[in-house]
């Protein structure tokens, strides 16, 4: 299902995913020596004050030309990301679209091929109608012909360029960490019934058929042409998951129904008052018992990190990233009914490129008991 790049276009991405690793690993370390050599020390004669805060280092920094050559560096390099998986993928349009139909193999559904479900009336929620997350035209919700799968094109390809490849050839690491934490922690558990939430295209959900392959696997998303591309590509990699067009935050799936709820980096896509209806949802549909593991990206622990982590929100439309910094994940969870909560922090080596803005990868992980 991925778009085929002719000679011209794969050059043009392997220049981007190049691009950002210099920057990711030669360019944002600079921010740091700008910020306590120069930025901080402005900022402390103006104000009277150190920055208390990542709002304050944002005010300290945003004047500094270090920062803002990097900025501008970091915010073309995610439009050139863009143009150079759209070309191939507009060129291969119909038969992308094609493939999928093929893929589907008329109306009949197996238990052991997958499915998929779309809800033509579902509304999609403004978290992500308000923007182009990620800068994507369009978003991930956006149908530009009938059955289209360009959102999920896109996003396939774009994301191995995004984090430099550190998601290893699927973009599947992340369900591979999530997978690994949950054998590690419950290494006697073989959950029967597994449900990932905003699953997009499916590249994290893979990892658990592979993990636990006699489990009936379900996958949901708010928006069709992605779930109609991880349809497809779940097909062309053998992996049977039914996929689903449903909001997280309210489903049809019946009371008790799962024994395993998880999310990989979806909730920092949706909203404050989401977070409280998505918890509960999660509470309601878990059986007695029943594990809810939600992996969510670094946030920074210094007040600089916390800063840099925050340009996706101010300059790549992750509109809801920087408040979620600072929101307590467990709680939320407590107030929603859940056993004793608690927010891992679980470390990975994978390469600087994938360090991003901090010294080191930490992913969160929000553990909760039924």
Known sequence: MLPRPNHDEAARQAFVTAFRGHLAANVVPGNKIAYERRAKLKFEAAQGHAPRDEHDVRRAMEADPYYQFWSAMQRRSQELM?????????REWPQLIERSRTSRGGTRQLKRSGSLRLDPSLVVPRYHTAVDIHLQPGGYHTDYADDDVAAGAIYDRALNIYLNGTLGPRNAFMGELLTGYFATQWPDRKPARILDMGCAIGNSTLPWIDAYPAAEVHAIDVAAPVLRYAHARA?????????????AERTAFATGSFDLVVSHIMLHETSR???????????????????MLHLEIPRGTTALE??????????????????????????????????????VKQRTERGPEQRLYSSETVWNILMAQR
């Not at 409280?276 to 059986?287: M, Q, W």
């Open 273 to 291: 008052s989401a977070l409280d209806r998505i918890f509960r949802e999660c509470h309601r549909l878990l059986a007695p018992g029943g594990i």
């Open 235 to 247: 097909r062309a990699l053998g992996a049977a998951v039914h996929f689903s067009q449903a909001n």
């Open 82 to 90: 863009g143009e150079a998986v759209i070309d191939p993928t507009e």
């Open 306 to 343: 916390k800063f840099l982590f925050n340009w996706e929100t101010y300059n790549n439309n992750e509109t809801f990233g920087a408040y979620m910094t600072n929101v307590d994940l467990a709680a939320l969870a407590r107030n929603s009914g859940f056993r004793s909560p608690s927010l």
